[in-house]
């Protein structure tokens, strides 16, 4: 090294080492002033927008329900569903004689949210192989009106899954009009 930090210069070329080389690279470009070579960036691809768009309204459809209930025509007694096929008999083996291996609580929750949550914990115990479970939605005592928001919701969601079978209010002691048992399809492990 020489002093200042720089490196020997090299002894110059003969002459026809020199043409040679000079012959050898004749068609390369120099470098930028900086030392590199700058690509030709690629434009980004194009931003499909009308297929988002179509992609939430078909997840805001399916958060809509496709039946408008009448709150007043119902009530606490017709809170039980049995799938076609069925025996009426499971019912009340639902109301009585099962326990809830698993439990989803959705008090607070929006109708979005519960629905979503509704979705996640149908699936969490179609994988692991549970058969009754209970799922809390609350009286209303606390929402305007003190009219429960998510019962009739959650009532009507379970009847368009494929994996529930049946349901039935709860009993007093494990919540009352306030929750409902759900008998779910068997799976194999």
Known sequence: MKKGGRPPASPPL?????????????????????????????????????RFRDEREVILESLRDPI?????????????????????????????????????DLHGLTKVEAKHELAEFLYECKRRGVRCVRI???????????????????RHWLMQRDEVLAYVQAKPADGGGGAVMVLLKGYGR
């Open 14 to 50: 003969p002459a026809d080492e020199a043409n040679l080389f000079r012959q050898a690279v004749a068609d390369a470009e120099p470098l930028t002033h900086h030392g590199r070579f700058l690509h030709d960036v690629p434009p980004p691809p194009p931003i499909p927008l009308s």
């Open 68 to 104: 408008h209930w009448d709150a007043d025509t119902e009530s606490d007694a017709d809170l039980s569903y049995v799938r076609p096929g069925l025996s009426r008999q499971t019912l009340r083996r639902l109301r009585g004689q099962w326990v809830a291996q698993a439990e989803l």
């Open 136 to 154: 809390v939605h609350g009286k209303g005592l606390r929402s305007p009106n003190r009219e429960p928001v998510l019962k009739h919701h959650v």
